[in-house]
């Protein structure tokens, strides 16, 4: 039901029309003729009964800033992996819709910078002038995308401030296939020698560690005696990349390398691997990283690719992808089909296997006797 209610300053009337409908937020808005707030209220009721309004009202009352800032504030420490990121990324889509209200932050206007950031040529100012910054890679582009997704639903949820997410019409950037770079045996070698003669006492233990799990960066280099059981043989790592428990076995010269590490650890950190200057901050293992790598004369190789060699020696080994998928976390077998290639001589000889139980030699196709 609509009411109406007629307001004067300077001498200049108003007229703000209010529609209350059952099971429905309470919208207005202002006119400067009677008739209009009419016309508005009776447009305004049927699209509420027939579900087609979009409330623009709080829209045009909040800024594109507002929501960073609001995001940064409220959000940010509730997301303690990615919030600082998203941050940084957010700031980055402030300086081209800063100025502008929600309501006219519009899926195509993103759609233009998101095509912008990954050219390098953004457009600056009121003339559109073009300045070239560096190129971002897709995954890049659609990291930032993420970031904008992530407020805007925020937005949409909890603050009621837009009625739509702007970024359901925003298609992502298609990405390439990721690479697999994995140690050869003879690059294996060498770079374990050079990680074991590194200066850095520890390093050679983090590698192994890397190549027995398939556990990534940050699991290693956080990885917390609380999370270590030697009892039962598991490392069970609690600060994952989806926030999900993941247990792996602890086996062989992992195993040992860290049950000897145990017995001399720092009492006064939980980390295994705990900074020289502050033992409550992990350890930063990048520059003896890359020092070894390049003793051992390792190219186009990254700490992440550990896991990728992890991987591909248990599909060499013939483990199920359905298996090496729990080993490294992935939700989904996609993830784990790049290594497919690499096990089919297993599947050849599991098929040869097989015929030769249910086809022995003795039996004579029909067609040979």
């Given at each position: 039901?609509?009411?109406?209610?007629?307001?004067?300053?300077?001498?200049?009337?108003?007229?703000?029309?209010?529609?209350?409908?059952?099971?429905?937020?309470?919208?207005?808005?202002?006119?400067?003729?009677?008739?209009?707030?009419?016309?508005?209220?009776?447009?305004?009721?049927?699209?509420?009964?027939?579900?087609?309004?979009?409330?623009?009202?709080?829209?045009?009352?909040?800024?594109?800033?507002?929501?960073?800032?609001?995001?940064?504030?409220?959000?940010?420490?509730?997301?303690?992996?990615?919030?600082?990121?998203?941050?940084?990324?957010?700031?980055?889509?402030?300086?081209?819709?800063?100025?502008?209200?929600?309501?006219?932050?519009?899926?195509?206007?993103?759609?233009?910078?998101?095509?912008?950031?990954?050219?390098?040529?953004?457009?600056?100012?009121?003339?559109?002038?073009?300045?070239?910054?560096?190129?971002r890679s897709h995954a890049t582009v659609n990291r930032y995308l993420a970031a904008l997704s992530s407020a805007f639903g925020i937005a949409v949820k909890e603050w009621q401030w837009i009625d739509e997410n702007p970024m359901r019409r925003v298609s992502k950037l298609k990405e390439p296939r990721g690479r697999v770079r994995c140690l050869t045996e003879e690059e294996r070698e060498r770079l374990l020698a050079a990680c074991k003669d590194s200066v850095n006492p520890h390093?050679?233990?983090a590698v192994v560690l890397a190549l027995s799990t398939g556990a990534r960066q940050q699991e290693i280099w956080g990885l917390r005696w609380s999370e270590v059981n030697f009892e039962t043989g598991f490392i069970t790592f609690t600060e994952t990349k989806n926030d999900e428990f993941r247990s792996v076995p602890l086996e062989g010269h992992a195993r040992e390398l860290l049950l000897g590490h145990s017995k001399i650890r720092r009492i006064d950190s939980d980390l295994v691997f705990p900074s020289k200057k502050n033992p409550v901050v992990r350890?930063?293992?990048?520059?003896?990283?890359?020092?070894?790598?390049?003793?051992?004369?390792?190219?186009?190789?990254?700490?992440?690719?550990?896991?990728?060699?992890?991987?591909?020696?248990?599909?060499?080994?013939?483990?199920?992808?359905?298996?090496?998928?729990?080993?490294?976390?992935?939700?989904?077998?996609?993830?784990?089909?790049r290594y497919t290639h690499l096990n089919t001589e297993h599947l050849t000889e599991a098929i040869s296997d097989m015929n030769r139980k249910i086809f022995p030699k003795k039996d004579i196709w029909p067609n040979q006797k």
């Amino acid at each position: 039901m609509a009411s109406f209610q007629k307001r004067e300053k300077n001498g200049k009337p108003s007229y703000t029309a209010k529609i209350r409908i059952k099971g429905h937020k309470p919208v207005f808005n202002t006119f400067d003729r009677l008739t209009d707030a009419r016309d508005w209220a009776a447009k305004t009721e049927t699209e509420i009964k027939e579900g087609l309004y979009k409330n623009i009202i709080e829209a045009q009352r909040h800024t594109f800033t507002e929501l960073v800032e609001r995001f940064k504030r409220d959000v940010v420490p509730r997301k303690p992996k990615v919030g600082k990121e998203y941050a940084r990324q957010l700031e980055w889509w402030r300086t081209h819709l800063g100025d502008l209200t929600l309501n006219n932050v519009s899926s195509a206007r993103i759609s233009e910078l998101r095509d912008q950031l990954a050219n390098g040529t953004v457009k600056w100012g009121t003339n559109l002038k073009e300045k070239k910054t560096d190129k971002r890679s897709h995954a890049t582009v659609n990291r930032y995308l993420a970031a904008l997704s992530s407020a805007f639903g925020i937005a949409v949820k909890e603050w009621q401030w837009i009625d739509e997410n702007p970024m359901r019409r925003v298609s992502k950037l298609k990405e390439p296939r990721g690479r697999v770079r994995c140690l050869t045996e003879e690059e294996r070698e060498r770079l374990l020698a050079a990680c074991k003669d590194s200066v850095n006492p520890h390093l050679y233990m983090a590698v192994v560690l890397a190549l027995s799990t398939g556990a990534r960066q940050q699991e290693i280099w956080g990885l917390r005696w609380s999370e270590v059981n030697f009892e039962t043989g598991f490392i069970t790592f609690t600060e994952t990349k989806n926030d999900e428990f993941r247990s792996v076995p602890l086996e062989g010269h992992a195993r040992e390398l860290l049950l000897g590490h145990s017995k001399i650890r720092r009492i006064d950190s939980d980390l295994v691997f705990p900074s020289k200057k502050n033992p409550v901050v992990r350890h930063d293992f990048r520059d003896p990283w890359n020092k070894a790598l390049v003793v051992a004369e390792v190219e186009d190789f990254r700490w992440h690719d550990l896991r990728h060699s992890c991987a591909s020696y248990l599909a060499i080994n013939g483990v199920p992808m359905l298996t090496i998928a729990k080993i490294l976390g992935h939700k989904t077998l996609a993830m784990v089909h790049r290594y497919t290639h690499l096990n089919t001589e297993h599947l050849t000889e599991a098929i040869s296997d097989m015929n030769r139980k249910i086809f022995p030699k003795k039996d004579i196709w029909p067609n040979q006797k």
